[in-house]
């Protein structure tokens, strides 16, 4: 785990060191992605009077899904998503078979599959932004906090990459004109908080990225 700041704290766990968010908002606390392990690091973190509201999912691939059902379970909180709960999506069949042993998921509801046009989202007292960017997975999208401007974009954009493509339903040049169309119209300063590893601005990534 490291902390961020007072309203954003971000735990990596799971097999693929994958990041969950937790994010104070104006009524109540809205996490992102819920790796391995997320739920029992939100009991800690979570003030005792405070309340976890939303799970906004960026892709259900299985590293960012596989706490999920736990969450739910401990918090009550609804789940949003780009589509409805899929054995499809969240590749643990093929992560099995491609790296042995079992990577399960336990199934989970969405509350609110929002689809592919829907352009905004009230979670915790705070407008969202959504954006649906496929390439990495067909279900992709990126939130971004009207409240600070603040990028959640799950496994879209990287620190100096991008996700990989290489999963069915992959594209490269569907991410990337996501990203081109989508993500770098937003001001170069805005902060980009990804689904593994650090965080970055679209600055960086404009100056410096390959693939951009």
């Known amino acids: 785990m490291r902390a961020m700041s007072a309203d954003i704290q971000v735990y990596t766990g799971g097999s693929c060191a994958c990041n969950g968010y937790l994010v104070k908002c104006r009524s109540g606390y809205v996490a992102i992605d819920a790796p391995m392990g997320f739920a029992a690091w939100v009991a800690r973190h979570l003030p005792t009077d405070a309340q976890l509201t939303d799970l906004l999912i960026t892709h259900?691939?299985?590293?960012?899904?596989?706490?999920?059902?736990?969450?739910?379970?401990?918090?009550?909180?609804?789940?949003?998503?780009?589509?409805?709960?899929?054995?499809?999506?969240?590749?643990?069949?093929?992560?099995?078979?491609?790296?042995?042993?079992?990577?399960?998921?336990?199934?989970?509801?969405?509350?609110?599959a929002f689809g592919t046009t829907c352009s905004t989202g009230e979670w915790g007292g705070t407008t969202w932004h959504i954006y649906h960017i496929p390439g990495h997975s067909p279900d992709g999208v990126a939130y971004k906090s009207s409240a600070t401007g603040e990028v959640f974009c799950g496994d879209i954009l990287f620190a100096g990459a991008v996700g990989r493509t290489d999963f069915p339903g992959g594209s490269m040049s569907s991410l990337i004109r996501g990203i081109r169309d989508k993500l770098l119209p937003l001001p170069h300063t805005t902060i980009i908080h990804s689904g593994h590893g650090p965080d970055t601005s679209l600055e960086e990534e404009i100056l410096n990225n390959p693939y951009l």
């Open 60 to 112: 259900q691939h299985f590293d960012h899904v596989q706490g999920v059902a736990e969450l739910v379970a401990a918090t009550g909180c609804r789940v949003h998503a780009c589509m409805p709960y899929s054995r499809e999506l969240t590749l643990e069949e093929l992560a099995s078979r491609s790296w042995g042993g079992g990577l399960n998921v336990e199934p989970f509801r969405v509350d609110d």
